[in-house]
Structure formats: structure tokens, C-alpha cells
């Protein structure tokens, strides 16, 4: 019998599911390629899905990603701010709108460490942040004068990476949205009209 087709354990899906981790933490995978291929180890059954999942991936782990420069700060002042893409986060982060607009996007961003520290500042601003569903998000603060509000499934899991987010607001508005699977590649207004719904289409982003 072929080795691929050989029953997997619990404990080589959690073998598996911790190189992914180790790819992630090194910046060869992204937050977003991170979830999804844990969903891929989890429902494994035979030694061949496995080895596709990390196929494009080194057998051993060293080093770290460091071609793109660390994000620190994002800031949107008297503005519509768009931060997306491949971002690599530090392990604490800072997230601000002053009488603006930031859409803050970590579907594509790597990090640096096993949990992440991301502050979001609004004072008469709104911020939206985007996580894809299997990332775990812990989520602490207060808006005065504001609201903040998180949309989307928790699907976060123990082995998941931790992004610890901390919410100071003053008549802003910060919403954090939970991306699923599925939704890939979609736009801020696929995912606000899916996840909420109800919101006055006028004011979606693009």
C-alpha cells in the first residue's frame, strides 16, 4: 500500500497543523493561507492530503521573512486610508482614524509572534479590520460616544494564532469583521453586504 494512502492520527494532524504555525511565524504563509490550510489538516483522513498541504513548503523551518518592512503604525488623518496586502505585523501594532476612514485589511499580513497586540484608535474616525474566520481575535476596550462591534463567526481555535485587539474610541466607529473561507479575494462591500446585511448599501466601502 502507498504511503499516501495511509490513515492519519490526531497527533499527525496536530504535527502538521503546528509546521503551519512555524511557516506562519517565518512569513511563508499569510493569515489568511494559514486558516485555510488548517481547515485542509483538520478534515485530513489520509497521509496524501498531508503532504499536499504543505507541499510548497520547506521540511524544516529556519529564519524569518524579513523582505517587507514590519508594520508599525497605519493612520488615517482627514482621509479614506486602505491598508491591505502582504503586511508583516510586529507584535504590537497600531491602528488610528482621526476624523477619517481606515480599512485595515490582515487577510494577506503575516506576523512575527505567536500572539499580536493590535491597538485601534478612532477619535471621530472609523476603523474596519478584516480577519479571516480562523484566526483567533480577542477583542477589549471601550468607545465613548461610539460603538464598537464585531460581525462574523468566531471560529478561532487553540492552535490558532492570537491577534489581541485593543479598541480606544471617541465618537468613531470601529468594527472588526471576521472573513470567511469562502470569501477569498471578495471586496469590503461583498463582505459588510454578507455579514451585515442591513447596512445602508450607500455607505460601503469599495
Not at 87 to 104: C, I
Request: no cysteine; proline share 5%.
Amino acid at each position: 500500500m502507498d504511503d499516501a494512502s495511509l490513515r492519519v492520527s490526531d497527533d499527525d494532524r496536530d504535527q502538521a497543523v503546528a509546521a503551519l504555525r512555524e511557516h506562519l511565524l517565518a512569513g511563508r504563509l499569510t493569515l489568511e493561507e494559514f486558516s485555510e490550510r488548517v481547515e485542509t489538516v483538520l478534515s485530513a483522513r489520509v497521509a496524501g492530503e498531508l503532504a499536499r498541504v504543505q507541499a510548497d513548503l520547506p521540511e524544516v523551518v529556519t529564519g524569518t521573512a524579513g523582505s517587507r518592512p514590519p508594520a508599525r503604525f497605519t493612520t488615517a488623518l482627514l482621509g479614506h486610508v486602505v491598508r491591505r496586502g502582504r503586511l508583516r505585523l510586529r507584535r504590537w501594532t497600531v491602528a488610528a482614524s482621526a476624523f477619517g476612514d481606515l480599512d485595515f485589511d490582515l487577510r494577506e499580513a503575516t506576523i512575527e509572534g505567536q500572539r499580536t497586540a493590535l491597538t485601534i484608535v478612532a477619535t471621530f474616525g472609523n476603523v474596519d479590520l478584516y480577519v479571516p474566520e480562523g484566526v483567533d481575535v480577542d477583542i477589549s476596550g471601550t468607545s465613548v460616544f461610539g460603538h464598537r462591534r464585531d460581525w462574523g463567526r468566531d471560529a478561532g481555535r487553540p492552535d490558532a494564532p492570537q491577534i489581541h485587539v485593543r479598541v480606544l474610541g471617541f465618537a468613531g466607529t470601529i468594527d472588526v469583521w471576521r472573513v470567511p473561507p469562502d470569501m477569498h479575494g471578495s471586496s469590503f462591500r461583498d463582505i459588510i453586504r454578507r455579514l451585515h446585511p442591513r447596512r445602508d448599501q450607500t455607505e460601503l466601502p469599495s
